[in-house]
């Protein structure tokens, strides 16, 4: 009997927005898999963890560089799912958890992948979390989409020739991560005058801050966990 | 003293999906807010609501008409956002559930544009939740958008043209509420020979549908509650 494989979702940080499903395996489940973290002193998923699970977890934490190079990569994914597998062929239930959603942006797509190609006889369960792309627009008080509007949702890493027609064609557009890039993208979307743009930066932190005028955000607030709602005003 | 105006969002139908947060406000308020429903004989928002909190509510039905007429819709927004008012008005407090997340293609939003505006006093939080878009790739086991990857949300009403600029410029497409346009759009779609593509229906029910073969699906599975992930293959 191997373990069963979970990819977990705990929702963008605050505890209260995990899912009764999700706290109820990460109570009963005993290996956690954490990506190492890189930008904070301990992984922001474990603190929601520790705040909703009541017990001892073992830690099986796994290392993924900042690299662009694709082998880099793969040789890093593959360490991964083997650690991973490792537990699970040993009759051991995995859990790896992510801020927001195991489908969206996460490392878990990779390890999902691993396993589904190596180890196919593993069980895996995904439990969907809340995303940043819907809890910031609650933060904002702001619906997202209505009717038959379209939704784009798109990282930093773009071009703003794309951007430009992403932003004809869609109502809304959720632009990801957008720290290092908020100046050049305010000064791009100043040649529209039916926009309204909304920045969010650590929803549901302490230290939240969201804001219609997003040209005024400081640059100490540009944190990695920001993003910008950009909709077309509405006639 | 005005009562709290909450949008909640129960999350895509298994009760287990409900957030921990959305538990607690649902076991508080005495004032629930449901869109009289039109396809099923109870709600679906209701019935999740009714497996997850201990307690008898309170219901306050809202007619929303079927109609394309702006005229209509405006005035039963507005009905319903004074009976919604009413109550707040009163100092009790009310909470509209929708399935899925308040932000997205919600009835709520008409409502919250009603009280922010005419009510300004009443305090209003959105409780985001779990919602489709994420909830059916996690039962695919599919990450929906990876790395730099793009991701584009479209309803029901737009032209293939549309269409076809949308899949040139993402990497991932979620059709929402496609039952009705299944063997139009799957036939549009065969000019592709770089697409995978996934159907689910009644996501989260047990009589959940998902396959990797849409033109499989049986017009009996066409309910509303279905949705085509379209995603490029990856080289």
Known sequence: MTGIFYGI?????????VTLKAQKILSRVDI?????????KESLAMSVV???????HNLLELEFPMS???????????NAGRQVAEKLMAGQDVAFITIGDPTLYSTFGYLLRFIKLNYPQVPVEIV????????CPAALLEPLVEGDEKLAVVPAAYNLDDLKNIIDLFDTVVLMKVNRRLPEIM????????????FVSRCGYPDQLTTAKPETVLAQN????????????KP
């Open 32 to 40: 956690l898999c954490v990506p190492k973290s890189r930008m904070e």
């Open 68 to 78: 662009m190079d694709r082998e880099i990569l793969e040789q890093s994914w593959q």
């Open 50 to 56: 520790r705040a909703v699970a009541d017990r001892e």
């Open 128 to 135: 969907p979390g809340v995303s940043s792309i819907t809890a």
């Open 222 to 233: 540009l944190h990695y966990m920001s993003l910008l709602v950009v909709k077309k005003s």
């Open 187 to 198: 000064q791009f979307l100043q040649q529209y005058d039916n926009l309204q743009t909304f």
């Open 9 to 17: 979702g705990v929702g963008p940080g605050d505890p209260e927005l």
